[in-house]
């Protein structure tokens, strides 16, 4: 069975510092994409970053990085220099095998000035 | 840059009567989904869409509900008999191909069922 599991429901950073939302997946599927995705307060989804289950390089775009570590299955988001506007629900998933996404209970981030 | 479009926005409809959500892909994208946000809560996965028959769908996802792809581009979602239960953000994805691509979501429909 697919299993995402984010622990933290809340986080609070001060402006200007990095941040890690955690992720754990559980799978049993050999090919698999993991994602993290925004929800800020109006309610849209917005992608951030992906990683394929066999990249070897940590998935990086902009101030956002993805640390990976595929022995543990932890998917953690890295938010660096946080901005006010990085205020939202963070939203791990995981697509594997039929098409299927699998959504984490989501860690809602908020930035402190 | 391209994006998918869902409308309406905000449907309020009374518990029994059927609602149909609807949704415009990216046009290039192969691959739709359905997915529910309770308010509050995490996103559900409800079915997705390939080649005009659904690919995979979740328990959610019982008679109730039905999806279709009526013309080249648009992809909708069909509530039968709403209950209270069914208020929720309904969000459309689609995706280029399968199986790890990402999805991209359209802004939602929030349905509240009265």
């Known amino acids: 069975a697919q299993k995402i599991t984010q622990t933290q429901p809340g986080m609070f950073v001060q402006e200007k510092e990095a941040v890690t939302l955690d992720c754990t997946y559980d799978t049993s599927d050999q090919s698999y994409g993991l994602f993290w995705y925004k929800q800020p307060s109006s309610g849209e989804m917005i992608f951030l970053i992906y990683q394929g289950s066999y990249d070897e390089q940590n998935a990086t775009e902009g101030r956002y990085s993805l640390n990976f570590q595929k022995a543990r299955k932890s998917a953690n988001l890295v938010i660096s220099a946080s901005q006010l506007g990085d205020s939202a629900m963070y939203f791990c998933a995981m697509m594997g095998n039929f098409n299927k996404f699998y959504f984490g209970s989501g860690t809602k981030l908020n930035v402190k000035p | 840059e391209p994006e998918v479009t869902q409308t309406p926005s905000h449907q309020v409809t009374q518990m029994g009567q059927e609602v149909i959500l609807r949704c415009v892909p990216i046009?290039?994208?192969?691959?739709f989904y359905w997915y529910r946000q309770i308010l509050g809560q995490k996103v559900e996965f409800l079915v997705s869409f390939y080649n005009n028959e659904i690919s995979e769908k979740s328990e959610i996802f019982d008679d109730q509900f039905s999806v279709e792809r009526p013309d080249g581009s648009n992809f909708t979602l069909k509530i039968r008999s709403t209950k209270l239960e069914d208020s929720a953000m309904y969000f459309c994805?689609?995706?280029?191909?399968?199986?790890?691509?990402?999805?991209?979501f359209g802004p939602g429909t929030r349905l509240t069922v009265l």
């Open positions: 046009s290039n994208h192969l691959y």
């Open positions: 994805a689609s995706s280029e191909m399968s199986s790890t691509d990402t999805q991209y």
